[in-house]
């Protein structure tokens, strides 16, 4: 009898490893290859939101209450230095806006209906983050039934966070450009040295000792150097073209001294996102 | 009786508030819970779980159903990968029943217990991302960058937490 018992419990966790193994393979081949999850997944998945965000926004408030406490220390400091630049800013809008009217006029002319610049955004909030260290991953309030589509540019601040990794009706989750798995779609960007050129590549993954994204196998021969701005090329797929990634940190030859290998600081706080942009390309 | 008692309703509930929390928690701390390279990760729901075989005495309660439930949540909503937490809560319910025959529960032992099933999920969790291919992270690199912060703010969380959780078990009885 007690080796019976033995036996049904060997049985028991056998079969729970092969259908643990069963369930993650086609889970991560599902989220590869379709654009949305199972129907019972994305509807499970909507109810559970609405119910998490019972709790997240009474946190999420109690959050922005406490820092709104601290933040008014430095104020008076910070306002001194933002009326300065809001001054500049202006002109600069100005500018900007009759460019866009230019752009826009001249692209009538020639019968260009959409080029690969042009994107609407669609601006939600981030209701919770993954709590697991494998995923740097943050679902927000809009999903499908907003226009939101997988694979999509997230941008927080002042540049590019990541990417929709899996779409619901009522949220979505969004992938960081933090997070290092294999099945994570690299962004196709361009970078533009100081000397007017530009230089094309993918970026290959993150240093998390440093905080950098790496961009990795470039064989060009043009001069790299710090500061040069890395934008997002608009190659390949639903990623605009123009959306600010980061600056270059350092270039250095790679492991085997055949190509250049990027450190690029990003352009916005990873670690702190509470508002996010989803870029929607018009196609 | 369970049936009868507050319990029926006060543990799930308990249990999603938890669930949710742990979201909330490392979206709001972020800064520091996810400053990198070491990556702290809250686990109340452990918590709870763990307090519900600390806690349930003489009062059996359906806990491996609550965990699957917890599990397929947690699943779905916050990985998108199926077929983790879902084996892996169960699990910490069932080592936490097979411990406690040997150490009566108190809050000392309660904390040794509760140092293991950490352990043990951060250690599933990890093998299963290695094998689906989620990290590429070393042994090594997470045994100093995942797990020993994690410990320490779980254990830290348990200790805070214990007396509460308790009182909320004693009224829910």
Not at chain 1, 61 to 85: A, D, F, H, P
Request: glycine share 8%; charged share 15%; hydrophobic share 45%.
């Amino acid at each position: 009898m007690q080796k019976f018992s033995f036996n049904r419990r060997l049985v028991i966790i056998i079969v729970c490893l092969i259908v643990s193994f069963a369930l993650m393979t086609v889970s991560v081949a599902i989220r590869n290859k379709k654009s949305t999850p199972p129907l019972i997944q994305q509807f499970g998945n909507d109810i559970v939101g609405l119910a998490d965000r019972v709790v997240a926004l009474p946190a999420n408030g109690l959050r922005g209450s406490v820092s709104s406490i601290s933040e008014l220390l430095n104020t008076y400091q910070e306002n001194q230095q933002l009326k300065k630049q809001v001054s500049e800013l202006a002109q600069t809008k100005v500018r900007d806006q009759t460019l866009a009217k230019e752009n826009k006029q001249l692209k009538q002319e020639i019968k260009l209906n959409g080029s690969l610049t042009d994107y609407t955004a669609i601006t939600a909030a981030v209701i919770t983050r993954t709590p697991s260290s494998w995923q740097n991953q943050v679902i927000i309030n809009r999903g499908a039934s907003a226009g939101v589509v997988k694979n999509m540019p997230v941008m927080a601040g002042s540049g590019l966070v990541g990417r929709v990794s899996e779409v619901n009706k009522t949220n979505s989750k969004v992938e960081l450009i933090t997070d290092n798995n294999d099945s994570a779609n690299r962004f196709a960007v361009t970078v533009s040295t100081k000397s007017g050129k530009t230089v094309n590549g993918v970026l290959s993954g993150y240093k998390a000792a440093t905080g950098q994204i790496t961009m990795d196998n470039l064989t060009t021969k043009s001069k790299i150097s710090k500061g040069d701005k890395v934008i997002t090329s608009g190659l390949g797929g639903v990623t605009p073209k123009g959306l600010f990634v980061g600056t270059v940190a350092k270039s250095v030859g790679s492991d085997y001294g055949l190509s250049t290998k990027l450190y690029i600081t990003p352009a916005t706080d990873l670690g702190d996102l509470n508002i996010v942009t989803v870029a929607v390309t018009k196609q | 009786m369970y049936r009868l008692s507050k319990m029926r309703f006060g543990f799930p509930i308990g249990l999603f508030l938890m669930l949710f929390l742990d979201g909330s928690i490392s979206q709001i701390f972020s800064v520091h819970l996810f400053s990198t390279p070491s990556v702290m990760i809250s686990h109340l729901v452990v918590l709870w779980l763990v307090c519900g075989v600390l806690f349930e005495e003489n009062m059996p309660m359906p806990l491996v159903k609550w965990a699957i439930a917890a599990g397929i949540v947690f699943d779905l909503y916050y990985t998108g990968i199926f077929g983790v937490y879902i084996f892996v809560f169960p699990l910490i319910v069932y080592v936490t029943r097979v411990t406690i025959k040997y150490i009566s529960p108190n809050f000392l032992s309660g904390l040794l217990i509760y140092f293991i099933d950490i352990t043990i999920v951060e250690a599933l969790s990890f093998v299963a991302s290695r094998v689906v291919h989620m990290t590429a992270m070393s042994g090594s690199a997470f045994l100093v960058n995942t797990l020993a912060p994690t410990l320490a703010l779980n254990l830290a969380m348990y200790v805070v937490l214990y007396f509460p959780i308790r009182g909320v078990y004693n009224w829910l009885k």
